[in-house]
């Protein structure tokens, strides 16, 4: 826990490598190129929008993005939590064009500023009969412009927590795509949402296997799981995640209910995320439980950088 000691010395490291990554280019269409370009934004991503700004700030309020696959559920998720609608959910793919972070009234400033997602322009909620603003038009193309984010409060959500409803990780839209996998490079804590139907796909697995690799403070949820097949799944949910060395991962199962299918209220009964509200206000609120989760994340993300950096370099 040591790692979330603030320590000049380490930020100064940091901050010239930051420098040393943002100064590489891979202009040129050679093998590996596209590898190595995505490599790069993600490094930038977690050295600007979680490793410098935890160490500069430990006693931030914790970050947990909710990340998954198109039509996982996550703004449902995510509105059930607060317990009232802050983001839009329904049949529309991608639902989630402009990101929302939710956070207490008394943890608004951390995140109104630049201390995070610097890259992001803040928006805010609009008077009633007036249009959000979005980084999308209506049929979903990317405008020109930076991406924004849409920070939003709730006195019913716990203190020192904040939720990111990110945009889904296997988007149609290439934007979209990248601004999710941004999102969660800002993450203490990352929230993966799949459900009975997917929870084998490659590309949720792509985000477990990375989560391991950073060793992250991690949670899954199994969503829209239908009452008759809800032990076999979870079974067989636990097996394939203990196979890949994850079976000490936190795992919650939310039932598929009326409220999850599109059109409905956006808002799954309180008692359907009771355990997960639970675990994510424990460990914001419980001064150890909140150490150790912060600490995780970041003394994983920084122990990777030790075989991500010598190959960026190599393919510079």
Request: with cysteine; proline share 7%.
């Amino acid at each position: 826990m040591a790692i979330l000691d603030v320590r000049p010395r380490l930020l100064d490291a940091l901050t010239s490598l930051r420098d040393r990554v943002d100064a590489a280019r891979f202009p040129l269409p050679l093998p590996g190129a596209d590898r190595a370009r995505r490599s790069r934004a993600e490094l930038l991503a977690q050295l600007d929008d979680y490793l410098v700004p935890r160490l500069r700030a430990p006693e931030a309020p914790l970050l947990a993005v909710i990340g998954g696959s198109t039509g996982a559920g996550k703004s449902t998720l995510v509105n059930s939590l607060v317990g009232r609608r802050v983001t839009e959910a329904g049949v529309l793919r991608p639902t989630t064009r402009t990101p929302v972070l939710v956070c207490h009234p008394d943890d608004h400033h951390w995140f109104t500023g630049q201390r995070v997602l610097p890259r992001l322009t803040r928006v805010w909620v609009p008077a009633q009969g007036e249009r959000a603003e979005s980084a999308y038009d209506e049929e979903g193309r990317a405008q020109e412009g930076p991406a924004a984010l849409r920070v939003e409060t709730d006195p019913g959500l716990a203190r020192g927590l904040a939720l990111l409803d990110a945009p889904d990780i296997d988007s149609l839209v290439a934007r979209n795509r990248d601004l999710a996998a941004e999102l969660i490079c800002a993450a203490d804590i990352w929230v993966l949402v799949t459900t009975a139907t997917r929870y084998g796909d490659a590309v949720p697995w792509h985000l477990l296997r990375t989560a391991k690799e950073y060793d992250v403070t991690l949670v899954t949820v199994l969503d829209r799981v239908p009452h008759q097949v809800a032990a076999e799944v979870s079974r067989q949910y636990a097996a394939l995640l203990t196979a890949a060395g994850l079976g000490d991962v936190p795992r919650f199962t939310i039932p598929e209910l009326p409220e999850s299918a599109g059109g409905g209220s956006g808002l799954l009964p309180a008692t359907a995320v009771a355990a997960l509200r639970s675990w994510l206000t424990q460990h914001a609120q419980d001064p150890y439980a909140r150490t150790v989760a912060a600490a995780r994340t970041a003394a994983g993300t920084l122990a990777s950088l030790r075989a991500r950096m010598p190959a960026l370099a190599g393919a510079a």
